[in-house]
């Protein structure tokens, strides 16, 4: 009994000592200590290191530094008031790559790493153990500014920790690019995968093909969502909605995205995907049909099983030497730019109905023995293996690239599922983990009466995404990232709407050990980051505090259940048409809605606070839901 109660007592000291800190992700080892930094106007940096990299991470935290006031003063000597740098001599197996030991007392702090990338997740942990003002600091006031002590021993559970941004489907600037990137970097990411090429826009120059941006990168403006009525473009209008970027605006952001420890992996989506292409280029499509950059009109039909049918083609043709010749050059000119070891070929969605058509693609499959669509989209993904890695760069392709047998060499991302990615791993393929029902941040995360986005997938959905399911060896698994699909995306806020928080989910799915993982802290730490992002005046979804509204029929009766994945709220709600909701009733079990002209009103509360947005809900939506 007495072992009982102490291990019950030094469990719950832990927590209360992990309750200190605020660092998403959630690291390794944090150990609490009696004691705290105190942040002077003036700091001391003793950097034991020459590593050009390591000391430009370090600029960067000065320069954060500085902004709120405080000097840093670079000497190389442990005096009071020190924060060292160390690279280790001798290389530490546990920490890795990208690992990290930081150390927090009174006097000092000290960062140890193997090497740069150690050093900057170490200094992302540091940032995120200042207070959640610091960084809007006008008036300095070295009081208030105490760093915790502790001891973190930290490194990610994996190597690629992702997120993808589409800039096809509408164009972010270099600006606005940098900014997604660096928000990243504070929470580990260290895979930007950059969705550069789609039906809707072409967004990279590439010199031999200029019409690629110049025709490519601009389609006529049209409103509403993304997949209705949005109509073509008319005789002669003017393709005013757009842009693109300059290969030396793609050097910047790769630079850029270096200095935050942040690989970038730049996708062009082929044979499918590539309308933008063909309405520059129409000679390489496998039907004549006129070509335009598509504005976001209706021009395919999904059936349940994934199935799909194209009304417009966006394919290259396969059976065209001069394809492979494009293809070619355009790989030359990205392998160029971007310096990392990946290059993405799409793959995805491959519509077939035009090829089948097609009395030169048909001739082509015979004279090589293509028995179907389906191996000649493979022949097609294996031609464009080769070209990739004639450049020494490895190729990846969305899960589909497995449809009629999977290249040699090629990584697999899986997105419909994590099916792909066991197929990949048995056949001894690297793969890359990106569920659509966990990852895909275009979902909507709260209640569709309040949201914009198709689907739904909450954050604790998000948060329960483990990338290694049961029967694959993890070896192949190099880790997972989240997808922001930008359809229903037309601007940087909502952009970081989408992603934030499920981006803190990931990252702990990605960088915690699982065993590390715990819901009710991570939902604590993060309100502290609401807060972070709130000062900053940064766009972030508070729709984990939003009610959870199921409804079902139960003996011809219109039930409803509501819940919240937050701790500590209380939800209240009406169905007689009067709010405020707190002044309404308490839930505590399913209720029925009965029949007649109402709405459900439901809003969660915590000590008397109104903490998420109030659902309103008409009894017919209410009645859809439940019949579906
Ligand atoms: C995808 O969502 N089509 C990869």
Same mark, same amino acid.
């Given at each position: 009994?007495?072992?009982?109660?102490?291990?019950?007592?030094?469990?719950?000291?832990?927590?209360?000592?992990?309750?200190?800190?605020?660092i998403?992700? &959630?690291?390794?080892?944090f150990?609490?200590?009696? *004691?705290?930094?105190?942040?002077?106007?003036?700091?001391?940096?003793?950097i &034991?290191?020459?590593?050009?990299?390591t000391?430009?991470?370090?600029?960067?935290?000065?320069?954060?530094?500085?902004?709120?006031?405080?000097?840093?003063?670079?000497?190389?000597?442990?005096?009071?008031?020190?924060?060292?740098?160390? %690279?280790?001599?001798?290389?530490?197996?546990?920490?890795?790559?990208?690992?990290?030991?930081?150390?927090?007392?009174?006097s000092?702090?000290?960062?140890? *790493?193997?090497?740069?990338?150690?050093?900057?997740?170490?200094?992302?942990?540091?940032?995120?153990?200042?207070?959640?003002?610091?960084?809007?600091?006008?008036?300095?006031?070295?009081?208030?500014i105490?760093?915790?002590?502790c001891?973190?021993?930290?490194?990610?559970?994996?190597?690629?920790?992702?997120?993808? %941004?589409?800039?096809?489907?509408?164009?972010f600037?270099?600006?606005?690019?940098?900014?997604?990137?660096?928000?990243?970097?504070?929470?580990?990411?260290?895979?930007?995968?950059?969705?550069?090429?789609?039906?809707?826009?072409?967004?990279?120059?590439? $010199?031999s093909?200029?019409?690629?941006t110049e025709?490519?990168?601009?389609?006529?403006?049209?409103?509403g969502?993304?997949?209705?009525?949005?109509?073509?473009?008319?005789?002669?209008e003017?393709?005013?909605?757009?842009?693109?970027?300059?290969?030396?605006?793609?050097?910047?952001?790769?630079?850029?995205?270096?200095d935050?420890?942040?690989?970038?992996?730049?996708?062009?989506?082929?044979?499918?995907?590539?309308?933008?292409a063909?309405?520059?280029?129409?000679?390489?499509a496998?039907?004549?049909?006129?070509?335009?950059?598509?504005?976001?009109?209706k021009?395919?039909?999904?059936n349940?099983?994934?199935?799909? &049918?194209?009304?417009?083609?966006?394919?290259?043709?396969? *059976?065209?030497?001069?394809?492979?010749?494009?293809? +070619?050059?355009?790989?030359?000119?990205?392998?160029?730019l971007?310096?990392g070891?990946?290059?993405?070929?799409?793959?995805?969605? *491959?519509?077939?109905?035009?090829?089948?058509?097609?009395?030169?693609?048909?001739?082509f499959m015979?004279?090589?023995?293509?028995?179907?669509?389906?191996e000649?989209?493979?022949?097609?993904?294996?031609?464009?293996?080769?070209?990739?890695?004639?450049?020494?760069?490895?190729?990846?392709?969305?899960?589909?690239?497995?449809?009629?047998?999977?290249?040699?060499?090629?990584?697999?991302?899986?997105?419909?599922?994590?099916?792909?990615?066991?197929?990949?791993?048995?056949?001894?393929?690297?793969?890359?983990?990106?569920?659509r029902?966990?990852?895909?941040?275009?979902?909507?995360q709260?209640?569709?009466?309040?949201?914009?986005?198709?689907?739904?997938v909450?954050?604790?959905?998000?948060y329960?995404?483990?990338?290694?399911?049961?029967?694959?060896?993890p070896?192949?698994?190099?880790?997972?990232?989240?997808?922001?699909?930008?359809?229903?995306?037309?601007?940087l806020p909502?952009?970081?709407?989408?992603? !934030?928080?499920?981006?803190?989910?990931?990252?702990?799915?990605?960088w915690?050990p699982?065993?590390? $993982?715990?819901?009710?802290?991570?939902i604590?730490?993060?309100?502290?980051?609401?807060?972070?992002? +709130?000062?900053?005046?940064?766009?972030?979804?508070?729709?984990?505090? +939003?009610?959870?509204?199921?409804? !079902?029929?139960?003996?011809?009766?219109?039930m409803?259940?509501?819940?919240n994945?937050?701790?500590?709220?209380?939800?209240?709600?009406?169905i007689?048409?009067?709010?405020?909701v707190?002044?309404? $009733?308490?839930?505590?079990?399913?209720?029925?809605?009965?029949m007649?002209?109402?709405?459900?009103?439901?809003?969660?509360?915590?000590?008397?606070?109104?903490?998420?947005?109030?659902?309103?809900?008409?009894?017919?939506?209410?009645?859809?839901?439940?019949?579906k």
């Amino acid at each position: 009994m007495k072992t009982l109660f102490l291990t019950f007592f030094f469990l719950t000291l832990s927590q209360i000592i992990n309750a200190q800190h605020s660092i998403i992700p &959630e690291p390794v080892s944090f150990e609490g200590k009696n *004691a705290s930094f105190v942040l002077r106007d003036v700091l001391n940096f003793n950097i &034991e290191t020459q590593d050009p990299q390591t000391n430009q991470y370090i600029n960067q935290f000065k320069t954060l530094l500085e902004k709120s006031g405080i000097t840093a003063v670079a000497s190389n000597k442990i005096v009071e008031n020190s924060i060292t740098f160390t %690279l280790n001599k001798k290389k530490d197996n546990e920490l890795g790559v990208e690992g990290y030991l930081l150390d927090v007392t009174n006097s000092g702090i000290t960062l140890t *790493a193997n090497g740069s990338s150690g050093i900057f997740n170490g200094l992302q942990s540091l940032r995120q153990l200042l207070p959640p003002h610091f960084e809007t600091i006008t008036n300095y006031d070295s009081k208030s500014i105490q760093i915790p002590g502790c001891k973190i021993k930290d490194y990610p559970r994996f190597g690629w920790r992702g997120l993808m %941004l589409d800039v096809s489907r509408h164009f972010f600037t270099v600006e606005e690019v940098k900014s997604f990137i660096d928000q990243m970097s504070q929470y580990k990411f260290n895979v930007f995968h950059w969705h550069l090429t789609d039906d809707q826009g072409w967004r990279i120059e590439i $010199k031999s093909y200029p019409k690629l941006t110049e025709v490519g990168a601009w389609r006529v403006e049209r409103h509403g969502y993304f997949g209705t009525d949005r109509t073509a473009p008319k005789e002669g209008e003017k393709a005013t909605y757009g842009g693109y970027y300059t290969q030396e605006d793609i050097k910047e952001v790769v630079q850029y995205a270096l200095d935050r420890n942040i690989t970038i992996v730049p996708e062009i989506d082929f044979p499918g995907h590539s309308m933008a292409a063909l309405a520059a280029y129409p000679e390489l499509a496998s039907n004549n049909d006129p070509k335009y950059v598509e504005p976001g009109g209706k021009f395919v039909q999904w059936n349940p099983d994934f199935t799909f &049918e194209m009304f417009i083609e966006n394919m290259l043709n396969p *059976a065209d030497e001069g394809v492979y010749d494009f293809v +070619d050059k355009i790989f030359t000119e990205i392998a160029a730019l971007f310096p990392g070891k990946y290059i993405h070929m799409g793959g995805d969605e *491959a519509y077939h109905g035009y090829w089948e058509e097609n009395p030169e693609v048909q001739k082509f499959m015979k004279a090589n023995k293509i028995a179907n669509g389906n191996e000649l989209q493979s022949y097609f993904v294996k031609r464009i293996e080769k070209i990739i890695s004639s450049k020494n760069k490895k190729m990846i392709g969305w899960g589909e690239i497995l449809i009629g047998g999977l290249a040699d060499g090629a990584t697999v991302m899986s997105w419909h599922d994590m099916q792909a990615g066991l197929e990949a791993a048995k056949l001894g393929h690297d793969v890359i983990m990106t569920p659509r029902a966990y990852t895909y941040l275009d979902l909507a995360q709260g209640d569709h009466s309040v949201e914009t986005q198709n689907r739904y997938v909450n954050l604790e959905k998000v948060y329960s995404f483990d990338p290694i399911p049961e029967s694959i060896d993890p070896k192949f698994v190099l880790g997972g990232q989240g997808c922001l699909w930008t359809e229903r995306i037309p601007n940087l806020p909502f952009a970081f709407y989408m992603t !934030y928080p499920r981006a803190f989910a990931l990252s702990e799915a990605l960088w915690t050990p699982k065993e590390n $993982k715990d819901w009710e802290y991570f939902i604590q730490k993060t309100e502290i980051h609401f807060k972070r992002f +709130d000062l900053k005046s940064l766009n972030i979804s508070k729709a984990v505090y +939003d009610p959870i509204v199921r409804v !079902y029929k139960d003996n011809g009766k219109l039930m409803c259940e509501l819940t919240n994945s937050i701790p500590g709220t209380e939800i209240f709600y009406t169905i007689n048409n009067t709010y405020p909701v707190r002044f309404g $009733k308490k839930y505590t079990d399913p209720f029925e809605i009965p029949m007649g002209d109402l709405s459900l009103r439901t809003q969660t509360y915590r000590n008397d606070k109104p903490m998420g947005r109030m659902l309103l809900i008409h009894r017919t939506d209410l009645e859809k839901r439940a019949n579906k």
